[in-house]
């Protein structure tokens, strides 16, 4: 899928943009401060009905102005129109060919891959940043996850809530069995659905790895559901997952109510990185860390491809200047022909001329693209 055309107003230091744009590269160069991340932020906006950058939406609306809005038009096999409308003192809105629509039917009509400076923290950061990237990528191909997610999230709220209402032992052992069953039966579907995006991850980004690191270096990307720690993961099937989750649950319940919120579930899961067999995040050098982000990255958007049949659009903020010439020309050739690419740049010297002859060079000034 490539975007055609993306029309901004108002939005951040945009008075107004329309902008045809490229079905392969399409390069955004300029200083610093000039708008090159938000117009980023704003195609990801369209992809995943939010900011990646802040939970809050009024942010967008550039200051002084009272609402924004992002409209693309999308080519797959038909052309589909998006918007986004956030205002001051209404509810977002997101249109889908101008018709309002909700977020999980808006979700997944423009899917991207987005690999900026602090996607480093997919393997430097906490075990949430890990789940958050994951989920990310489901949702955008699977909206059946999403809601079992959403469900699962509020599950968990409502029975931490109920874990430290205070209420005594034998009114809890009463009332918490609804909400254990709850808690697995959402949780274990998380978790396969999980563990096989995971294998598959797993398989694509260890061949893309080799590749980059000249045969050198063996990643694996192994799926830490919270039952499971190691280096070793075995398949399970849906009811094995129940089974432990359920035992875990019983298990750890004394434990939930001295402590007053859920142990046990997929609000616990990590993924561990390896090269050749040591965890990255503590054994990593920077290059390690940054290469294996790029081989998880890539493989993300060949694993959307296969289950949606398009490759996503590929949205890189600023990371040319982190790459070497080798990773930078790998990354680009594997781009290139294949999927629409958007990024940014503050010039053009990490280029090779044969990306310049094809890519359409867009430059920034203060909100203005010339
Ligand atoms: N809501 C807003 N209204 C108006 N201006 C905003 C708003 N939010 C951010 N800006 C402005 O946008 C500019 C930053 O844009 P952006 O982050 O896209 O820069 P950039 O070109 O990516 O720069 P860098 O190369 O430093 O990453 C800043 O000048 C900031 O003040
Ligand atoms: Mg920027």
Not at 131 to 147: K, S, T
Not at 177 to 183: C, Y
Not at 301 to 324: C, F, I, R
Request: include cysteine.
């Amino acid at each position: 899928m490539w975007i055609r055309t993306i029309a901004l107003r108002n939005f951040r230091n945009y008075d107004s943009l329309d902008l045809e744009l490229n079905p392969g590269f399409n390069i955004f160069v300029g200083s610093n401060a000039q708008g090159k991340t938000n117009l980023l932020e704003a195609i990801y906006v369209l992809s995943l009905s939010k900011s990646y950058r802040t939970a809050r939406d009024t942010e967008l609306i550039k200051h002084q102005a009272a609402q924004t809005r992002i409209e693309a038009s999308v080519q797959r096999i038909a052309v589909l129109d998006l918007a986004v409308t956030v205002s001051e003192y209404e509810p977002k809105k997101l249109e889908l060919n101008r018709k309002r629509t909700n977020a999980n039917s808006f979700i997944g009509k423009l899917n991207t891959v987005l690999f900026i400076p602090d996607s480093l923290q997919l393997v430097k950061g906490s075990p949430g940043e890990r789940r958050r990237f994951l989920d990310i990528q489901i949702c955008q191909v699977d909206p059946i996850y999403r809601g079992s997610l959403l469900k699962y999230q509020r599950v968990v709220r409502q029975r931490n809530s109920l874990l430290k209402s205070g209420y005594n032992q034998r009114s809890l052992l009463k009332q918490l069995p609804v909400w254990d069953n709850q808690l697995v039966g959402l949780g274990s579907k998380i978790v396969l659905r999980r563990q096989e995006a995971l294998t598959r991850l797993n398989k694509i980004s260890r061949s893309v790895h080799t590749k980059i690191s000249g045969g050198l270096e063996e990643l694996s990307v192994i799926y830490q559901p919270f039952f499971q720690k190691g280096q070793n993961y075995t398949q399970l099937s849906l009811q094995e997952i129940r089974d432990i989750f359920f035992g875990l649950v019983q298990e750890k319940k004394q434990q939930e109510i001295r402590r007053g919120y859920t142990l046990v579930g997929p609000h616990r899961d990590d993924v561990a990185f390896l090269i050749n067999g040591a965890n990255i995040k503590r054994f990593g050098s920077q290059g390690q860390q940054r290469t294996a982000v790029l081989s998880y990255i890539l493989a993300e958007m060949e694993l959307m491809s296969q289950e949606t049949g398009e490759y996503p659009v590929v949205l890189l903020d600023d990371v040319m200047s982190e790459l070497d010439r080798k990773r930078r020309s790998f990354l680009l050739s594997v781009l290139n022909e294949k999927v629409q690419t958007i990024l940014t740049a503050t010039n053009l010297s990490g280029f090779e001329q044969e990306i310049l002859k094809t890519a359409s060079v867009f430059q920034i000034q203060s909100g203005k693209i010339f």
